[in-house]
């Protein structure tokens, strides 16, 4: 038996079952639903560039719409999975709870499994297998990673974005109908921008923490050698013929903004809202002009 609950500040809606009552909303939330705002964009922008640069023909569409469904399902059971682990801060404390994310968390399995069935005959399956194995190897060597404590949050996170852009090859290799040089080459390039948004996000965080002022200038410096390298990176890759010129103007203005906030000397409260929402910004224009770059094919 179903029960609605309907909270009239807002347009939100849920239907859960009744025997949930007893689990507050923002637990239920919290247990089954992913929490990194920054990891749904990395995703739907990787998979949105890969899908959008290769797609050739209108048949693929069914396909890719399909995938979506099973990238976005598989994103989603990561968190009742995760939560289930002892280290979780986030893990259930009672039967309820449990019983909570094992429904949900099944539920996305199911939806997943549904979508992935749904490939099978298009003979995309054959296509996705490799880079959703690619990603689930990154993912186990984050957790690992992570194991280190606070050392290995930071690699932990780059990892895990690196990981989640792997739905770009994904994309690519749908919309297209087969797995090209161009597919890898997506990848890097949205592994590399979610690398320079983790640390310029990080960069902000201990600004506004009040970091020591030695250990700050290191990671200040730290973040404008990796901008410096990715520049050059990109730069060469360009000349080389390995990607579109076109798309070194997508990394061009988190370069501006993270150079700038960089090399000022007087500091600004984070507004972690205007933040997020900043990051989301660039995130999208970063994702069309790579997409402007790749289907004109500018050299």
Not at 32 to 47: K, N
Not at 66 to 93: D, G, Q
Not at 104 to 122: D, F, H, K, Q, R
């Amino acid at each position: 038996m179903l029960q609605l609950n309907a909270r009239t500040h807002g347009t939100y809606m849920t239907v859960v079952p009744t025997w949930c009552r007893e689990v507050h909303p923002a637990r239920r939330r919290a247990l089954v639903w992913p929490r990194e705002h920054g990891a749904w964009g990395i995703l739907l922008v990787s998979l949105a560039t890969g899908a959008a640069a290769g797609l050739s023909s209108t048949a693929n569409v069914p396909p890719l719409l399909w995938l979506t469904i099973a990238v976005i399902a598989a994103f989603c059971l990561r968190t009742p999975l995760e939560n289930s682990l002892p280290t979780s801060p986030f893990r259930p404390r009672s039967f309820m709870e449990w019983q909570w994310m094992l429904l949900v968390g099944s539920s996305y399995a199911v939806i997943g499994a549904i979508a992935g069935g749904m490939l099978l005959p298009t003979g995309a399956l054959r296509l996705v297998w490799k880079p959703a194995a690619a990603a689930a190897g990154l993912f186990v060597f984050q957790a690992a990673v992570k194991r280190a404590g606070r050392t290995g949050r930071l690699l932990g996170e780059i990892i895990g974005a690196f990981g989640l852009a792997f739905v770009a090859i994904a994309g690519w290799a749908v919309a297209a109908g087969q797995l090209e040089r161009q597919a890898l080459v997506l990848w890097l390039l949205n592994g590399l921008f979610a690398t320079n948004q983790i640390l310029y996000v990080q960069l902000r965080i201990r600004e506004i923490r009040g970091s020591k002022r030695d250990s700050y200038s290191r990671t200040k410096m730290f973040f404008l050698a990796s901008e410096v390298l990715t520049g050059l990176t990109l730069i060469a890759s360009a000349r080389l013929g390995v990607m579109p010129t076109l798309v070194l103007l997508a990394f061009l203005p988190v370069f501006v903004r993270g150079g700038a906030w960089s090399l000022r000397t007087m500091h600004q409260p984070l507004q972690i809202h205007r933040l997020g929402k900043s990051e989301l910004a660039h995130a999208i224009l970063f994702g069309l002009i790579v997409i402007a770059g790749f289907r004109l094919r500018i050299p």
